[in-house]
């Protein structure tokens, strides 16, 4: 008992910081105008158009060493087909660099909620990453609902990902 009570006070720790981090807050855009974003206490809530995947993104930052992400992301309309995030990488940390990858999460269906681990694994020569978390409406739906998103991003030390349940109860609430 005691050490499992250690552990988690080790792993509360690790993992208390969000994504908006580090010493400040990362900023996050819509990839749209016609998205709809609202932050409330480090959760997002969104409502997305219909055509290709759209959503936010965060400010373009510099890659942290060994670090991930936990995402907790849910999805409370049908007309959305699936929801995810995504790190873009780029090769410079400031400016209008052109990205050179991206990794991608699992899908989040309609009517789920799941905590996603997205590890900062960058190809060689990217030294900044921006996170977007984007959904994909399902055929004829013109819009989402306002509310239809809801996301926390974390970051975390990458070893914390191997936790499991007990790890994903230390996460801050969110959607």
């Known amino acids: 008992m005691r050490r499992t009570l250690a552990l988690a006070l080790v792993l509360l720790a690790v993992v208390a910081a969000p994504a908006a981090a580090d010493d400040d807050r990362t900023q996050f855009r819509r990839t749209t105008p016609r998205a709809s974003l609202e932050e409330d206490a480090g959760t997002f809530t969104l409502g997305v158009p219909s055509g290709r995947a759209w959503g936010i993104e965060s400010e373009l930052r510099p890659l942290p060493p060994e670090r991930a992400l936990a995402v907790r992301l849910s999805v409370a309309d049908q007309d959305v087909r699936e929801a995810f995030a995504r790190v873009a990488y780029y090769a410079s940390a400031t400016g209008r660099s052109r990205q050179i990858a991206v990794a991608d999460s699992e899908a989040v269906a309609a009517g789920q909620g799941r905590l996603l681990f997205v590890a900062l694994d960058p190809p060689p020569g990217a030294v900044g ?4 978390i984007l959904a994909r409406l399902r055929a004829g739906a013109e819009r989402s609902r ?5 996301a926390r991003i974390t970051l975390i030390d990458r070893a914390a990902t191997r936790f499991g349940s007990l790890f994903s109860r230390l996460l801050p609430d969110g959607p």
């Open 146 to 150: 306002d509310d239809a998103i809801r």
């Open 129 to 132: 990453y921006r996170v977007r």
